[in-house]
């Protein structure tokens, strides 16, 4: 789908040629002598307009307007959450419409998170799977114009806007490909399809040099599945090589059936999700890739799948990790924490200024936070205070979890350096202290993206968080600052 921004002037209103003309009113509407104010006031005056957000009101091919709907929506305060409910409501008509092109004009100047929210809804609610179906029938939007009074102050808000979502979309499609459409080889070859554009490079690492790099809990976890594991590092290069790198680690298990010490059946579906962290990192690099920042970031993903054979990882084996620490599997479905320590160790080769790292790591995680606010950890004050902020700006939320060392004290075991679990309590806080081990040679975060990637249910599907998130953490709130 094609965004475009543009100067929105009353009187064009009317003239304008589209199948639908969005026209979003807030509770401080004051009308002017426009053919389209008349009309809102009208729609307010007799009620058929109420000031609550998410009311809309369609008028078919109103006297003097080109448009096939004019279809007033009321976003009350204009807050993000009044935008959202009133954008997809709309939305739901705009789909019956099957309309092709649309306008939606801003009456009075949004904030740039109004503009934000506003694309990031119209985006998220256009989104259609289609891959696996013989249906091919996608979304029928092909042009979205946004009008705003003031064009100029929102450009470059705008242009971070539209990458986001074209990087929430490739997140979100990748996410839900099922495993066998989405093997570890594939989204090596998303990565590398992204190595085409300017300051982006591409390394793709396979079994034999896994093995040489000792990455021995990564293999681990591998081994049980005869698809090929894949180690992917992708490179954005906007800024000085001596400029340190912000290092983004993703858990990519596209298939997570728990291993020897197997999940139940009910839901295992939904472990495709399980590499939605790897794909948030790929949501992330097609942003970057459109925006050309003045920036270093390097991705890595540990991708490969983790299933029960005669030649799979068994509770109570003992693997060594690259770091050179040995670690008890006693438990093989915790097998994120084992994919993802041998990447941190990884990371240190970077001399990296901040390591995050983002996975669906636990069921504990959902069940602390739902699915409104991904959890995080990390132990630098300068980290949090920019994940919290670039929660915010993009509307993705995040929520800082705990870190003391006592959470540690299960993870003890006689028969290594440490085990891969601890009890059933503080699940997403033990995943998170079993992580930071092999994180002291940088400043860290890791955030468990296991509530917040899909929804379950009816509406099943890929939400492609964190990736707006993390893209205001690289542009915006770095603690160390672009340059430093
Ligand atoms: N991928 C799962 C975490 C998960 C489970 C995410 C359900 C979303 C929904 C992870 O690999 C896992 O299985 N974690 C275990 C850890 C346990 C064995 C300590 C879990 O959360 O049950
Ligand atoms: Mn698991
Ligand atoms: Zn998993």
Redesign the pocket.
Known sequence: MNFELKNFVPSNVSIEKCDVSLVLVTNTFQAGKDALSVLIAKAIKSGDLKAKAGQILDIYRPLGFCATHVVLVQVADGTPADMRKGLSAAMVLVKAFKARQMTVSFLQQPTAQGLRVAITTLADASYVYTTTKSDQEGHSLEAVAIAVPDEQALGAIFARAVAAVNGIELAKEWSNRPANYATPTHLAGVAKALAKFSRIKVEVLGHKDVVKLGMGAFLAVAKGSDEPLRFIVLHYHGAAKSDAPVVLVGKG?TF?S?GI?I?PAAEMD??KY?MCGAASVLGVFRALAELQPDINVVGLIASCENLPSNCALKPGDVVTSMSGQTIEVL?T????RLVLCDALTYAERFKPKAVLDIA?????C?VALGGVRSGFFTDDAGVSAALLAAGESSQDLCWQMPLDEDYAEGLKTSFADVAN?AGRAG?AVT?AKFLQRFTGKYRWAHLDI?GTAWKSGAAKGATGRPVGLLLDYLLDHDPAGPSA
């Open positions: 298990i997570d728990g010490s999940k939904e472990m399980d438990n479905d915790a097998e994120g669906t790591l636990t069921g504990a959902v679990v699940g995943a296991a």
